[in-house]
């Protein structure tokens, strides 16, 4: 079977560079606030009412939408995931 690529594949790419595990974590994160804004929009949430909804401070959850600050805890991660209908899957490999 002929690859039509040549080289290593992007995740290698940011491994070599040693930036894979920050990077991933703030893919998560920013998929994980993408699909909270989506809800918030679709069902006319306030700020408020989510930190309400999850138990928590509205700060906690403009802490979720800031991309410059990657600390968010994997309670919190699983949380929002639930809230917006999703699972989150950890793998070790």
Do not use: C, H, P
Not at 6 to 23: K, M, Q, R, T, V
Not at 83 to 90: C, E, M
Request: charged letters at 25%.
């Amino acid at each position: 079977m002929k690859k039509n690529y040549i080289g290593s594949n992007f995740d290698d790419f940011l491994e070599e560079n040693g930036i894979l595990a920050d990077a991933t974590a703030v893919a998560v994160k920013r998929v994980l606030a993408w699909n909270l804004k989506q809800k918030m929009a679709n069902e006319k949430l306030t700020l408020s009412r989510v930190a309400d909804d999850l138990g928590t401070s509205r700060a906690a959850v403009n802490r979720i939408f800031d991309t410059d600050n990657s600390s968010i805890t994997l309670n919190t991660i699983e949380r929002v995931a639930g809230y917006v209908g999703k699972r989150i899957r950890l793998m070790l490999v």
